[in-house]
């Protein structure tokens, strides 16, 4: 562990009470090409029982948070600094021994494709088992019928006979339910699904989303779900954050964020959002540009480059001064609110339909 | 299963006729006359007819080829000699039926073969997996670079040079020599001993750079990551999930060096004047004894392809997607 002199700009919100606390999290990869600065400063928390939607690009660090939070980075690359403390437990400093115990106990990850997630030389109910064999200590008789339990549980048909299958046999759906089964096996606290629907189809992703629904209900487990896909988290998420370039760029509840977006990145993540009710000569309004590289992050705001609003903010602030998210509702922005809320009302509203 | 071996086993057959097809014709492709051989001193036009017709050399090729591959079923009475079933030709250089001679070489091939197939596997697949788990480390580069070197030493090269420091200078290690392993397994073991190490060598080496080559790839499988975010140990993580899925690119492999470990084998042989196929092989060139050469040659080809069916079979245990498929 290293620390470093966090800028000045960021605000600290409120001392951790949360359930799962993120402070100031900090990751960075030292590449071939220099230093990745994965996650740049982000701070969060979650409750019991609540579900946070994280929404970004692709290599906006969603994924490598929530790595980070079960401690799977590759310590010989990686640095990370700032507090990740879960139910009172810091796991940022902590042993791989400590770490061990937690996963799959206390907090567990549900993969994006579980095609290449699950091991293909395991039978179905071996991989779902382990884990509760070596957090509960029981014996692989035990484990095997906790298994069929948790296959039943997750809507697989027949279990007693499924649970000797391997992963190739069952189809993505029921593969993906056998995920979920497997994470929370041990009935964790916090379940970390890093886009759990993006491989499947879009009628199996609505029965997977309200699976986790109600397995949220029974087991009164904190969710974080990363997506990419405001759609999907927004029938699920009680709040939502929304990462661009490493850092939280918006965050509020979900009905906040869809009725009144803040972020010019979130207006334009609602705009490329294809709309069942639309016309479909109505086009798309993506946004411009690409993301750009963790390597040399544009200085100030991130997304100024791609933002067609600066000028509203005027004097180079946008490309000179990294705005602050502030705590609670809010986003990271240099507009002032009375110009997110006319600019979003004025343009994005309608283009949004 | 069954389906799958007896699919192998048709597939191995039709090899098996190509590769004989092809030493049989490569045998007449020789400008050379076998008949001469038994004609002695002064050999009369006539006589070299008499020995063409009695060795079946006035028939045409393919009715030769097809009276080869006959009599490996149903023997046959040479005016040499007898050739009683599996007939694999005669050697009338040494007067005695091919098979008989192949199967007295083959346990010193294969005793030095499969010794040394285990030596390497043990000592390649360990020092790469302690170097995949120690990656980065003092351990993990010394051996690294220690199957670099080793990895171009060639066996003719480093034969003589154990056999002088070990045996003839120091006597540390009894002069090779092949026992029987039913006659006695300590003299056996100890008289391969030298021939085992010399042989691995190269294989040694390279399995140690494959074995820590796979396993780093898969270790960063999303599959095995997984297992680790389910709690499980890194060592259990490192033996049951990541050893499972490197295994199935080292047998694949294995397979293909099979080939050549049969080769180095022969090389061996020559190197510490082991009588097994290699030497017989090699003795048969210098002798122009075809028949003696083109049965070595089918036999070894034989071997082959009965191990490579063997390492098939060994996928389906390692991997159940091809099990059921």
Redesign the interface.
């Known amino acids: 562990m290293t620390t470093m002199t966090k800028p000045e700009e960021d605000a600290v919100p409120a001392a951790p009470e949360a359930f799962l606390s993120v402070r100031d999290l900090y990751v960075r990869f030292s590449t071939e090409d220099g230093i990745v600065k994965a996650v740049d400063g982000l701070s969060f928390d979650l409750e019991r029982g609540k579900t946070l939607g994280i929404v970004g690009e692709s290599g906006s660090g969603k994924s490598v948070t929530n790595l980070t939070v079960?401690g799977?980075h590759n310590p010989?690359t990686t640095e990370v600094a700032g507090e990740i403390v879960l139910d009172g437990q810091e796991l940022t400093g902590a042993s791989?021994r400590t770490l061990?115990?937690?996963?799959?106990?206390k907090m567990?990850?549900i993969?994006q494709?579980s095609l290449?997630?699950?091991?293909?030389?395991?039978t179905v109910g071996r991989q779902i088992a382990?884990?509760y064999v070596?957090?509960r200590g029981v014996s692989k008789r035990e484990g095997r019928a906790r298994a069929i339990e948790m296959l039943e549980k997750v809507g697989i048909p027949q279990p007693k006979l499924r649970v000797d299958d391997?992963p190739?046999?069952f189809s993505g759906g029921m593969r993906q339910r056998a995920m979920i089964a497997?994470a929370l096996v041990c009935n964790p606290d916090l379940l970390i699904a890093d886009e759990p629907t993006t491989a499947l189809d879009v009628t199996v992703q609505a029965q997977i989303l309200d699976l986790l629904k109600d397995l949220q209900q029974e087991f009164g487990s904190a969710i974080i779900l990363i997506t990419h896909d405001l759609g999907v988290v927004s029938n699920v998420a009680d709040d939502l954050l929304v990462m661009y370039a490493g850092k939280a760029v918006e965050r509020g509840s979900v009905r906040e964020l869809i009725h009144e977006p803040q972020h010019p990145y979130t207006w334009g993540l609602l705009g490329s959002m294809p709309r069942l009710m639309s016309d479909v000569t109505e086009p798309l309004t993506p946004i411009p540009g690409a993301p750009p590289s963790l390597l040399s992050p544009p200085p100030g705001c991130a997304f100024h480059p791609r933002c067609g609003f600066t000028d509203l903010v005027g004097g180079g602030r946008c490309s000179a001064e990294r705005p602050v998210l502030p705590d609670g509702r809010g986003s990271a922005c240099h507009l002032t609110d009375e110009q997110k809320r006319s600019v979003f009302i004025e343009t994005i509203q309608p283009r949004l339909g | 299963m069954l389906r799958f071996l007896v699919r192998r086993t048709l597939g191995a057959v039709v090899i098996l006729l190509f590769i004989s097809a092809f030493t049989f014709f490569l045998f007449f492709a020789i400008p050379h006359d076998p008949a001469l051989l038994s004609c002695g001193k002064n050999c009369t036009p006539d006589n070299l007819k008499i020995i063409h017709h009695n060795l079946g050399l006035d028939h045409p090729v393919p009715v030769q080829y097809y009276h080869y591959m006959v009599r490996i079923f149903t023997g046959h009475r040479f005016t040499a000699g007898n050739c009683p079933a599996p007939c694999f030709g005669y050697s009338f250089a040494n007067s005695e039926p091919v098979w008989p001679t192949l199967m007295d070489r083959l346990p010193t091939t294969l005793s030095l073969a499969v010794g040394g197939m285990a030596v390497f596997l043990l000592i390649g697949l360990g020092t790469g997996m302690i170097a995949a788990w120690k990656r980065?480390t003092m351990i993990d580069k010394i051996f690294s670079s220690a199957s670099l070197v080793l990895s171009s030493l060639q066996i003719y090269f480093v034969g003589p040079i154990v056999l002088a420091l070990l045996v003839y200078n120091n006597h540390i290690l009894d002069q090779p020599k092949y026992v029987p392993f039913t006659d006695n397994p300590v003299a056996w073991f100890n008289g391969l001993l030298i021939p085992w190490c010399v042989l691995s060598i190269i294989f040694t080496a390279n399995y140690t750079r494959m074995a820590r080559s796979t396993m780093i790839e898969q270790l960063q499988?999303?599959?095995?990551?997984?297992?680790?975010?389910?709690?499980?140990?890194?060592r259990y993580v490192f033996f049951r999930?990541a050893w499972?899925?490197s295994l199935i690119p080292i047998v694949t492999i294995l397979g293909i060096d099979l080939g050549s470990l049969l080769g180095g084998a022969m090389i061996t042989e020559w190197t510490f004047q082991l009588a097994g196929l290699g030497r017989l092989a090699l003795d048969s060139v210098t002798k122009t004894d075809l028949p003696m050469l083109m049965g070595v040659m089918l036999f070894s080809a034989a071997l082959i392809v009965l191990f490579n069916i063997i390492v098939d079979a060994a996928y389906a245990f390692?991997?159940?997607?091809v099990r059921?498929s």
């Not at chain 1, 290449?116 to 395991?122: I, R």
């Open positions: 079960l799977l010989r791989n061990e115990r937690l996963r799959g106990d567990a990850m993969f494709d290449t997630a699950l091991s293909p030389y395991y382990e884990p070596k957090h391997y190739h046999q497997m | 980065g499988e999303e599959h095995v990551r997984t297992a680790a975010a389910k709690g499980m140990s890194s999930y499972r899925g390692i991997d159940p997607r059921l």
